[in-house]
């Protein structure tokens, strides 16, 4: 069973950087898309990023394009998030998932999530 556990969350002050990472199992990690979302209080998950298995992004978010990157490690069987210029917006736990494809689905293509990790930023 797939296993997916977020980690670098944590409280960082407008303007400031996180990365966060997912760390995977259970799966040939190395065959499937991967995605970031986030999810607000009182609001909807959406979609930040996908990375597919070879390593192409896409966007999901318009507000996060510029400042956020995603990667992965196929030897190490995970997915990073790089988060630069943070602003309170962008406040949320965020997840990471796991699509059924190889390359990046539309953000309903997604299938195993995990528990999440909060960002908090401050103004």
């Known amino acids: 069973q797939e296993q997916l556990v977020e980690s670098g969350g944590g409280l960082v002050q407008s303007g400031g950087s996180l990365r966060l990472s997912c760390a995977t199992s259970?799966?040939?990690?190395?065959?499937?898309?991967m995605g970031w979302f986030r999810q607000a209080p009182g609001k909807e998950r959406e979609g930040v990023f996908c990375?597919?298995?070879?390593?192409?992004?896409?966007n999901y978010a318009d507000s996060v394009k510029d400042r956020f990157t995603i990667s992965r490690d196929n030897a190490k069987n995970t997915i990073d998030l790089q988060m630069n210029s943070l602003k309170p917006e962008d406040t949320a736990v965020y997840y990471c998932?796991?699509?059924?494809?190889?390359?990046?689905?539309?953000?309903?293509?997604?299938?195993?999530w995990g528990q999440g990790t909060q960002v908090t930023v401050s103004s």
């Open positions: 259970g799966f040939t990690f190395k065959y499937y898309a």
């Open positions: 990375i597919s298995s070879s390593g192409d992004s896409t």
């Open positions: 998932a796991l699509a059924g494809w190889s390359d990046c689905p539309g953000p309903a293509g997604f299938y195993s």
